[in-house]
């Protein structure tokens, strides 16, 4: 495929050309007059050709407005493009295709996609684009508006299935738990699929992402639960660092002397202690009896 790429096109300024068009009107104006008044009719070798010169020169002024650039075709054939605002003029033989240079934002809608694990998730994002290229925006693509919608549904569908919506392992990335690695991927694969178009994208997010309603609830649970293990793991982690603590502190402190099965049974219960969900009951020993 024969790739077009912007180049500036060959303009004057408006107000000079209309400044030679009134003066050509106004010279075919008195040569009319002059007909009528000298009834010479030679004047009107000079009258009619005016006229048809007049009448080329009005189809080729045209105006730029702000963020907005004008294409010209000539019989078939890229001739340039437009970007400075302003009145202008150029060859009246010329197509003048307007396109907008704004930014753009495209919202996608919620798509059912299946994640890195085959957990059918949704999703969403909005794309901030905008065109940078006219003369590939119109001639590359089809329709260049069409073309971003399409092409940015196709990478975050493709994005979606290289993550996992949430990481159980700890420096895994997912789409939930790695926001910024997800959302500069997305980026850069939005704007390698939109380049071929003339279209730069400005910045991308994710607008919508949740489990599929038929898991939602199941994995919901399954959040519960790993939350509930991961916590009772800090705990147990925490607890033991606590009764080592304490046994040090009690041996170079010379607090007490404690053999292998009394150690024992002090962790047992400090564990127990510790790790327990409901508050320890405390059993006071006031010593042994003796028969």
Same mark, same amino acid.
């Given at each position: 495929?024969?790739?077009?790429?912007?180049?500036?096109?060959?303009?004057?300024?408006?107000?000079?050309?209309?400044?030679?068009?009134?003066?050509?009107?106004?010279?075919?104006?008195?040569?009319?007059?002059?007909?009528?008044?000298?009834?010479?009719?030679?004047?009107?070798?000079?009258?009619?050709?005016?006229?048809?010169?007049?009448?080329?020169?009005?189809? #080729?002024?045209?105006?730029?407005?702000?963020?907005? *650039?004008? +294409? @010209?075709?000539? %019989?078939?054939?890229?001739?340039? =493009?437009? $970007?400075?605002?302003?009145?202008?003029?150029?060859?009246?033989?010329?197509?003048?295709?307007?396109?907008?240079?704004?930014?753009?934002?495209?919202?996608?809608?919620?798509?059912?996609?299946?994640?890195?694990?085959?957990?059918?998730?949704?999703?969403?994002?909005?794309?901030?684009?905008?065109?940078?290229?006219?003369?590939?925006?119109?001639?590359?693509?089809?329709?260049?508006?069409?073309?971003?919608?399409?092409?940015?549904?196709?990478?975050?569908?493709?994005?979606?299935?290289?993550?996992?919506?949430?990481?159980?392992?700890? #420096?895994?990335?997912?789409?939930?738990?790695?926001? *910024?690695? +997800? @959302?500069?991927? %997305?980026?850069?694969?939005?704007? =390698?699929? $939109?380049?071929?178009?003339?279209?730069?994208?400005?910045?991308?997010?994710?607008?919508?992402?949740?489990?599929?309603?038929?898991?939602?609830?199941?994995?919901?649970?399954?959040?519960?639960?790993?939350?509930?293990?991961?916590?009772?793991?800090?705990?147990?982690?925490?607890?033991?660092?606590?009764?080592?603590?304490?046994?040090?502190?009690?041996?170079?402190?010379?607090?007490?002397?404690?053999?292998?099965?009394?150690?024992?049974?002090?962790?047992?219960?400090?564990?127990?202690?510790?790790?327990?969900?409901?508050?320890?009951?405390?059993?006071?020993?006031?010593?042994?009896?003796? *028969?």
């Amino acid at each position: 495929m024969l790739s077009v790429s912007e180049r500036p096109a060959l303009k004057i300024n408006g107000f000079v050309m209309s400044l030679v068009t009134v003066l050509l009107t106004l010279a075919g104006v008195w040569s009319l007059v002059e007909v009528v008044r000298t009834r010479d009719a030679s004047l009107l070798w000079f009258f009619f050709p005016d006229m048809i010169v007049v009448s080329l020169l009005i189809p #080729g002024f045209f105006i730029v407005h702000p963020n907005e *650039a004008r +294409v @010209l075709v000539f %019989l078939g054939k890229y001739s340039g =493009s437009v $970007l400075q605002a302003g009145f202008w003029w150029t060859n009246p033989l010329t197509v003048k295709r307007s396109i907008s240079l704004r930014v753009h934002n495209f919202n996608s809608e919620r798509l059912k996609v299946n994640d890195l694990n085959g957990n059918p998730i949704e999703i969403a994002a909005v794309i901030v684009w905008r065109v940078v290229d006219s003369a590939k925006a119109l001639f590359d693509v089809e329709s260049y508006e069409a073309f971003v919608g399409i092409q940015s549904e196709t990478a975050i569908r493709s994005l979606a299935s290289q993550y996992p919506y949430d990481a159980h392992a700890e #420096g895994k990335a997912s789409l939930r738990g790695s926001t *910024a690695e +997800v @959302l500069d991927r %997305l980026t850069r694969e939005v704007h =390698s699929r $939109l380049e071929l178009a003339g279209v730069e994208i400005s910045d991308a997010r994710i607008s919508h992402l949740a489990y599929a309603p038929e898991i939602a609830q199941a994995m919901l649970r399954r959040q519960q639960a790993e939350a509930i293990v991961a916590a009772r793991q800090k705990i147990v982690e925490g607890a033991v660092g606590m009764v080592q603590e304490a046994l040090q502190m009690l041996s170079e402190r010379g607090v007490v002397q404690l053999d292998e099965e009394r150690k024992a049974s002090m962790v047992n219960n400090l564990l127990v202690a510790l790790v327990a969900d409901r508050e320890a009951q405390p059993v006071i020993n006031t010593g042994t009896l003796y *028969a």
